[in-house]
């Protein structure tokens, strides 16, 4: 295991044109951390998760994970997104995307070939992990939003990686998956580095240290520190904090 | 029916074998690539590259007959064109910021009017349009099959050695870029495979409806499969029945070739779905 930090950005600004989305962003993560990260919509956390994976490049700055560029080490990071952009129709099983975590990691299938023995059976540890054995032959558009979640959670763990990286989820989620979710989570944690994207603070304050507060600027808290005032300052007013059962929410308001 | 087995079975009916032969190795080629471009959603891309197939044909033909050049087949001219308008309607998909199918299209009719004017200066060819428009799949050679049949192996080889990281680019090209999938490279790839299979496909039923052909039948078997590589069995299954009884019927009944297979596996299409969209509102 290296000692480098899972993730570290230094004076990382972006900007699409002349529009800032991020300015002056440090932070570092070490290994086997796990944080969340919240903002308001807008405030840059879609751009910021994009930059970490190495699918947007700083224009000034630098980012490192585990020591080296995001684009050298994209097969060492595992990642959700929020939505799936697919084709309801798309003729695919649980087993044929799980599988896709496999890609560029097996040493069956280099550059030509199919999935080999050794890809099934991580496809099928991934699936066991986060609870949905017997999946595999399901088609993907016979889940449930919260099976879905699962099976891209188990994608992104397919690869075996050492960072994963969540965007929100616990969109589309009930409270029980949500739970069910947060045991999984708290077990991957003992072997990789988390990050993850949420507004949901009630979940994630059982399981991060810290909570990075973007908002074209990044500003790190530990998750002790978070608060009604912390929050408000974070989402610039136009959010309130809500204390519910000891926990806090982040539940924004309209803008009318 | 009999009656055509017997006329197949004839010897001097070499060109009704030639002609079953090559709408069986193009079905192959046809249920591949004709399901991916279905799930990836270009057959607007698909259709482009085909119409570019009449720039590569005219050009040979002027160069075959104006200059004697003999070896310049309209084979190898369709199938440089179509690579050549694969690769610039790749990358115009690829980098172009805004309106991409703009330029597309453009690309579509440049394509055909490089064909058209090339015909014009050909000297002493009368009719070279319906031929590439229609389809000429009595006019088969033994040669034809072969190349044909390379064109099909090779297709098989690619569209089926990568099938992976093509399920992966056409699912979702985000991960897979995550995943160190070479995307660009594969989108490329997977339009390469189209050409081909359009330059396979232009014998059959010409450059108007081939598009029909490849997707179709891919689309219909959609309703039966449930992982992409059993969409591609299943099209290739519909590509046979459609194509054999296309023949078989121009041939009972002097029917034109192409339009007649378009119009079976269209209403093939439009059955299934409709039965199946029957059965989904019974069972919900």
Same mark, same amino acid.
């Given at each position: 295991?290296?000692?480098?930090? /899972?993730?570290?950005?230094?004076?990382?600004?972006?900007?699409?044109?002349?529009?800032?989305?991020?300015?002056?962003?440090?932070?570092?993560?070490?290994?086997?951390?796990?944080?969340?990260?919240?903002?308001?919509?807008?405030?840059?956390?879609?751009?910021?998760?994009?930059?970490? *994976?190495?699918?947007?490049?700083?224009?000034?700055?630098?980012?490192?994970?585990?020591?080296?560029? =995001?684009?050298?080490?994209?097969?060492?990071?595992?990642?959700?997104?929020?939505?799936?952009?697919?084709?309801?129709?798309? =003729?695919?099983?649980?087993?044929?995307? +799980?599988?896709?975590?496999?890609?560029?990691?097996?040493?069956?299938?280099?550059?030509?070939?199919?999935?080999?023995?050794?890809?099934?059976?991580?496809?099928?540890?991934?699936?066991?992990?986060?609870?949905?054995?017997?999946?595999?032959?399901? =088609?993907? #558009?016979?889940?449930?939003?919260? &099976?879905?979640?699962?099976?891209?959670?188990?994608?992104?763990?397919?690869?075996?990686?050492? *960072?994963?990286?969540?965007?929100? =989820?616990?969109?589309?989620?009930?409270?029980?998956?949500?739970?069910?979710?947060?045991?999984?989570?708290?077990?991957?944690?003992?072997?990789?580095?988390?990050?993850?994207?949420?507004?949901?603070?009630?979940?994630?304050?059982?399981?991060?240290?810290?909570?990075?507060?973007?908002?074209?600027? @990044?500003?790190?808290?530990?998750?002790?520190?978070?608060?009604?005032?912390?929050?408000?300052?974070?989402?610039?007013?136009? +959010?309130?904090?809500?204390?519910?059962?000891?926990?806090?929410?982040? /539940?924004?308001?309209?803008?009318? | 029916?009999?009656?055509?087995?017997?006329?197949?079975?004839?010897?001097?009916?070499?060109?009704?074998?030639?002609?079953?032969?090559?709408?069986?190795? !193009?079905?192959?080629?046809? %249920?591949? @690539?004709?399901?991916?471009?279905?799930?990836?959603?270009?057959?607007?891309?698909?259709?482009?590259?085909?119409?570019?197939?009449? %720039?590569?044909?005219?050009?040979?033909?002027?160069?075959?007959?104006?200059?004697?050049?003999?070896?310049?087949?309209?084979?190898?001219?369709?199938?440089?064109?179509?690579?050549?308008?694969?690769?610039?309607?790749?990358?115009? !998909?690829?980098?172009?910021?805004?309106? &991409?199918?703009?330029?597309?299209?453009?690309?579509?009719?440049?394509?055909?009017?490089?064909?058209?004017?090339?015909?014009?200066?050909?000297?002493?060819?009368?009719?070279?349009?319906?031929?590439?428009?229609?389809?000429?799949?009595?006019?088969?050679?033994?040669?034809?099959?072969?190349?044909?049949?390379?064109?099909?192996?090779?297709?098989?080889?690619? %569209?089926?050695?990568?099938?992976?990281?093509?399920?992966?680019?056409?699912?979702?090209?985000?991960?897979?870029?995550?995943?160190? +999938?070479?995307?660009?490279?594969?989108?490329?790839?997977?339009?390469?495979?189209?050409?081909?299979?359009?330059?396979?496909?232009?014998?059959?039923?010409?450059?108007? *409806?081939?598009?029909?052909?490849?997707?179709?039948?891919?689309?219909?078997?959609?309703?039966?499969?449930?992982?992409?590589?059993?969409?591609?069995?299943?099209?290739?299954?519909?590509?046979?029945?459609?194509?054999?009884?296309?023949?078989?019927? !121009?041939?009972?009944?002097?029917?034109?070739? %192409?339009? @007649?297979?378009? *119009?079976?596996?269209?209403?093939?299409?439009?059955?299934?779905?409709?039965?199946?969209? #029957?059965?989904?509102?019974?069972?919900?």
């Amino acid at each position: 295991m290296s000692t480098d930090p /899972a993730i570290s950005l230094r004076h990382v600004s972006f900007s699409f044109g002349r529009t800032p989305v991020l300015e002056d962003v440090n932070f570092e993560l070490p290994p086997r951390a796990a944080a969340c990260m919240i903002g308001p919509n807008g405030g840059g956390k879609t751009t910021l998760v994009r930059l970490i *994976l190495g699918l947007l490049t700083p224009q000034q700055g630098e980012i490192r994970l585990f020591g080296q560029l =995001p684009r050298r080490s994209r097969l060492r990071t595992g990642y959700m997104p929020q939505h799936l952009h697919y084709d309801a129709q798309f =003729p695919v099983t649980v087993m044929d995307i +799980v599988l896709m975590g496999r890609l560029g990691h097996s040493d069956s299938n280099r550059w030509f070939g199919w999935y080999g023995r050794a890809d099934r059976a991580a496809a099928r540890k991934a699936l066991q992990q986060v609870g949905m054995e017997g999946f595999g032959r399901r =088609p993907l #558009a016979s889940l449930s939003g919260g &099976e879905r979640q699962r099976v891209l959670i188990a994608r992104a763990l397919c690869g075996d990686p050492e *960072l994963l990286v969540l965007d929100e =989820p616990t969109s589309n989620v009930d409270t029980l998956v949500e739970a069910r979710l947060l045991d999984i989570l708290r077990e991957l944690n003992e072997r990789m580095t988390i990050l993850m994207v949420s507004h949901d603070l009630g979940f994630v304050s059982h399981l991060v240290e810290s909570v990075v507060c973007v908002n074209r600027r @990044v500003i790190v808290h530990p998750t002790s520190e978070i608060t009604g005032t912390a929050i408000e300052e974070i989402y610039g007013g136009s +959010v309130r904090a809500v204390h519910h059962h000891g926990q806090v929410f982040a /539940a924004e308001q309209a803008h009318e | 029916m009999n009656e055509f087995l017997n006329a197949v079975a004839e010897p001097e009916n070499a060109f009704l074998r030639y002609a079953l032969v090559v709408g069986l190795l !193009s079905s192959v080629a046809l %249920g591949i @690539v004709g399901s991916y471009v279905v799930t990836r959603r270009i057959t607007y891309l698909a259709a482009a590259i085909s119409h570019c197939v009449l %720039g590569g044909i005219g050009a040979a033909l002027y160069l075959q007959r104006r200059w004697e050049l003999a070896w310049c087949d309209p084979m190898y001219g369709a199938t440089a064109a179509a690579l050549l308008a694969a690769l610039l309607i790749g990358l115009v !998909s690829l980098y172009a910021r805004q309106r &991409e199918d703009t330029v597309i299209s453009a690309v579509w009719a440049v394509g055909v009017a490089i064909g058209l004017f090339f015909f014009y200066l050909t000297p002493g060819y009368t009719d070279p349009m319906s031929y590439v428009l229609y389809g000429s799949i009595w006019l088969i050679s033994r040669r034809d099959v072969w190349l044909v049949a390379g064109m099909d192996a090779l297709v098989l080889l690619l %569209g089926l050695g990568f099938y992976p990281k093509l399920l992966a680019v056409c699912f979702d090209q985000e991960f897979a870029e995550l995943r160190g +999938v070479r995307v660009k490279l594969h989108y490329l790839l997977l339009l390469g495979l189209i050409a081909l299979t359009v330059v396979l496909l232009v014998r059959v039923v010409g450059i108007l *409806l081939l598009i029909a052909l490849l997707t179709l039948p891919a689309a219909t078997a959609g309703h039966f499969a449930r992982r992409l590589w059993q969409m591609m069995a299943v099209a290739t299954l519909f590509c046979v029945v459609f194509i054999a009884s296309g023949i078989t019927l !121009s041939y009972a009944q002097n029917f034109p070739t %192409g339009p @007649v297979t378009v *119009l079976i596996a269209a209403g093939a299409y439009l059955l299934v779905t409709v039965i199946s969209r #029957a059965w989904r509102h019974h069972t919900a």
